[in-house]
């Protein structure tokens, strides 16, 4: 069953998996070829929105220089005392708007007539004997004829021969057209109605107007009243929207691009139709989004907003190149990732093999590892069963030394006293005898106190205080250093195990230090707090080093890391050279077991 089993693996790891790769490869290569296509379009969409943005540029520099000769022709009014049509006419011809101006149809100046002046105006106009030189028709009559309480009637325009018609007429007539205008006189600035020019020369709504007022020379212009009393008139130009753009679009690479442009209003917030200035390709086919690059621009047409809409076949801005490389990239992808994946497979098989091997190999070192660790947990509850039982052991010598033979040699040092103290006056030689007895006998009453001392002092019956008070004014006396205790006033209560531990770490500390530190100042702190006792031993010596932690044959500070380790506690061992040595431990014990101990001073015990 297991053998069926492995024979219809999909996955085998003994024999290659090609229609895998295969698969992988295609995906890759599929992804390949989105990345290409989608590099390729995004470019392409970047070169037309920057053509784009040339185009609107282009606008906007021809209606800036349009706006240019408008002014300039205000200021021609303004600096004349009068301007009649023969001067008009030179002025213009001057400029040379058919080739330095293409999109230019004409320049011309309305009159403001309010209803009591028309008829008076109009005799006047007809009065003047240059019309018919210059070819003005004649007589001059205000069209429409209809009666309105003001009017802006055309007096002058240059060319003549294309707008000939249009002399007399009042284009304020027109509701958006008379807005524009006294919106201008008003402010003294430029104006635009926004609405088509009717020619019969050009195609419907192809010319579009831009005006300015036209006051009388000297008079004040600060207030509104000055400026309504001072106007006489405005000075226009009239464009031709499509020759405006279209001299702009034949600058884009692409030809195929279609600009529709909009007029959306004057921004006021009255609500006007949306009027469609011109259209590059009204008859071009619909596509559908995702196959047109597609941006709108805005155009400021002096306070009218225009939006310049630009779209164009994404096809268009494709090279041959750029149709094939998407495919190349697919092919590269296809293969490369085809030849990784026969070399991974071919790495991971022979890794697979090498790991079986490893395993097989290594699972023998594992269980040598796994008893090697057991037999080191034993070694450690030997070490620390040996430990008990050497203190049990050394507390036992010592309770039997102080109860069998410090008690002999006390009762035999009382004998001998009272010998000594009956031979004092009669037997003045063996009173001698005596008395080297006695000092012999006090003599090995001391060693014997030393020695049980060493085994287990019996200072630490009274508690780890009074046994770390004892030590530290041992080693004040053994080894002349200044030696400070720091103990915050708290009787410290712990098991024997513990006590006995901490007074070995401290002796052997304060042994170490003796020995080798080369101090003259010695600080430990005992404290118990958050259930845990801690003990620091510093020195000012010249530091503990590297080497002599590992030094062979030293094991005082290997036998306090492992005293402590076994009772569960943490020991640090820090020093640097000339910067003194710093042993701290710490052992977790029950809570509660500190409290304020009354002020003494356990020193001297005998």
């Not at 010596?541 to 932690?549: E, K, L, Q």
């Not at 710490?586 to 809570?591: G, H, K, T």
Request: charge should be positive.
């Amino acid at each position: 069953m297991t053998a069926l089993f492995a024979q219809k693996q999909p996955f085998s790891t003994s024999r290659p998996v090609w229609w895998a790769g295969v698969l992988l490869s295609l995906g890759i290569g599929g992804l390949f070829y989105l990345a290409a296509n989608r590099t390729i379009e995004y470019d392409a969409g970047e070169r037309f929105l920057h053509q784009a943005q040339n185009a609107q540029y282009n606008i906007n520099s021809r209606l800036n220089a349009y706006t240019d000769v408008l002014r300039g022709t205000a200021s021609f009014f303004h600096a004349a005392e009068q301007v009649d049509r023969a001067s008009l006419h030179r002025y213009v011809q001057g400029l040379n708007i058919a080739s330095q101006f293409p999109a230019l149809d004409n320049i011309n100046y309305v009159r403001y007539v309010t209803d009591a002046e028309r008829d008076a105006f109009e005799r006047s106009m007809n009065s003047k004997t240059d019309a018919e030189a210059l070819g003005y028709p004649a007589p001059f009559v205000v069209t429409p004829p209809e009666r309105h309480a003001e009017y802006w009637v055309l007096t002058m325009i240059e060319p003549l021969a294309p707008f000939r018609e249009k002399i007399g007429r009042d284009i304020g007539c027109r509701g958006r057209v008379a807005q524009a205008l006294r919106q201008g006189r008003d402010s003294g600035a430029l104006s635009a109605s926004g609405m088509p020019i009717d020619s019969a020369h050009q195609p419907q709504g192809a010319g579009l107007a831009l005006r300015l007022p036209i006051y009388r020379t000297g008079l004040p212009l600060q207030t509104l009243a000055q400026r309504r009393a001072a106007y006489i008139g405005s000075v226009g130009i009239g464009f031709n929207v499509p020759r405006l753009v279209q001299a702009a679009l034949e600058q884009m690479q692409v030809r195929d691009t279609r600009l529709l442009l909009l007029d959306s209003g004057d921004g006021s917030g009255a609500a006007q139709p949306t009027l469609q200035l011109f259209d590059s390709k009204p008859d071009s086919p619909t596509l559908r989004p995702n196959e047109l690059f597609s941006v709108a621009l805005p155009i400021d047409f002096h306070h009218r907003h225009w939006s310049a809409h630009f779209s164009a076949p994404k096809a268009s801005w494709f090279s041959r190149f750029d149709t094939w490389l998407p495919w190349l990239a697919m092919l590269c992808g296809f293969t490369g990732s085809l030849l990784f994946y026969v070399l991974f497979h071919t790495l991971s098989s022979s890794r697979m093999r090498a790991v079986k091997m490893a395993k097989e190999m290594t699972r023998e070192l594992r269980a040598s590892q796994a008893r090697l660790q057991q037999s080191h947990h034993k070694l450690r509850r030997l070490a620390a069963h040996s430990d008990k039982i050497k203190e049990e052991e050394r507390k036992r010598i010592a309770r039997e030394i102080h109860d069998d033979l410090g008690q002999n040699l006390l009762v035999l040092r009382i004998d001998v006293d009272i010998l000594t103290t009956r031979t004092r006056h009669r037997h003045p030689r063996l009173h001698a005898r005596a008395q080297r007895m006695l000092s012999q006998i006090d003599s090995s009453i001391k060693s014997v106190r030393h020695i049980i001392n060493d085994l287990r002092p019996t200072v630490l019956d009274l508690g780890l205080n009074a046994a770390v008070e004892w030590q530290i004014a041992q080693f004040r006396t053994r080894s002349g250093m200044v030696c400070e205790l720091i103990d915050y006033n708290t009787e410290i209560r712990i098991d024997d195990q513990r006590a006995t531990a901490f007074f070995r770490v401290l002796q052997e500390s304060l042994s170490n230090i003796l020995q080798h530190a080369h101090a003259s100042l010695v600080r430990v702190e005992l404290r118990q707090s958050g259930g845990m006792l801690c003990m620091t031993i510093t020195d000012n010596g010249i530091g503990v080093r590297d080497s002599s932690r590992n030094k062979v044959g030293s094991f005082g500070l290997v036998g306090i890391e492992e005293r402590i380790s076994l009772l569960g506690g943490t020991c640090s061992i820090s020093g640097c050279p000339n910067g003194g040595t710093t042993v701290a431990v710490a052992v977790p014990v029950a809570d509660g077991g500190a409290r304020v101990r009354p002020a003494t001073f356990l020193e001297n015990i005998d």
